[in-house]
């Protein structure tokens, strides 16, 4: 089992920025932000792979949002920058803690308002 821990949602203005972060109760593999809007599916938003510390982001926050993390911690962060009312959503943290190359643990979520 995984415990995931998130924080850093809240209000802002488009333009402004947030920081999520996500720690977890012991060593993974992956960790990586989802976010489900409103009537529409989770997708997926950025990973940081441990092994090589390999980053993937999806098309519609590449340049604006950073992850990065800290293995020995067992934590994660995706820097947000020049929000958009778009990214409102409530992001979610996830972690494959198996290795088998599946997001297996999710945290509660934290919601991400931006206003226009």
């Known amino acids: 089992q995984v415990q995931l821990v998130e924080s850093g949602g809240g209000l802002v203005q488009a333009g402004d920025s947030l920081r999520l972060s996500c720690a977890a109760s012991?060593?993974?593999?992956?960790m990586g932000w989802f976010r489900e809007a409103p009537g529409k599916e989770r997708e997926f938003v950025a990973l940081?792979?441990?092994?090589?510390?390999?980053?993937h982001y999806a098309d519609s926050v590449k340049g604006r949002f950073t992850i990065s993390g800290d293995n020995a911690r067992n934590t994660a962060w995706v820097q947000m920058n020049n929000l958009k009312p778009e990214d409102t959503a409530v992001y979610y943290c996830?972690?494959?803690?198996?290795?088998?190359?599946?997001?297996?643990?999710w945290g509660q979520g934290t919601q991400v308002t931006v206003s226009s």
């Open positions: 996830a972690v494959d803690g198996t290795g088998l190359g599946q997001f297996d643990y």
């Open positions: 012991r060593r993974t593999y992956r």
């Open positions: 940081i792979s441990w092994s090589g510390s390999i980053t």
